[in-house]
């Protein structure tokens, strides 16, 4: 059984940092592509960034620059650092795993944490 386990979201004021964890089991999860999403409320679920299995990352211009997407094979673990936050970075954050490549797609993606609230304060 597949399960994505996001944690360290919380409450920071604006410039400050956070960094999210995604702790993944069931699966090999070194064959997967890996994904940060996020959903402020009223809106879409926009992807933030991505790191396909040979390392190579991107991410939504909005967070470039300010977050940063690495994953730990041997620890079943993605993260993401994220810093110089901002109001507009306000959402929940989830993780997701996909087979195949699909860049920030979220409807490529095949499984899909709980997700975790991050809050920005001005």
């Known amino acids: 059984q597949v399960q994505l386990v996001e944690s360290g979201g919380g409450s920071v004021q604006a410039g400050g940092s956070l960094g999210l964890s995604c702790a993944a089991s069931g699966y090999t999860y070194s064959r997967y592509y890996m994904g940060w999403f996020r959903q402020a409320s009223g809106k879409e679920r926009e992807g933030v960034a991505v790191?396909?299995?040979?390392?190579?990352?991107t991410g939504a211009d909005s967070v470039k620059g300010r977050f940063t997407i690495s994953r730990d094979n041997a620890k079943n673990t993605l993260y993401l650092q994220m810093n110089s936050l901002k109001p507009e970075d306000t959402a929940m954050y989830y993780c997701?795993?996909?087979?195949?490549?699909?860049?920030?797609?979220?409807?490529?993606?095949?499984?899909w944490g709980q997700g975790t609230q991050v809050t920005v304060s001005s």
């Open positions: 790191i396909y299995r040979s390392g190579y990352t």
């Open positions: 997701a795993a996909a087979v195949g490549a699909c860049g920030l797609s979220k409807g490529k993606y095949n499984y």
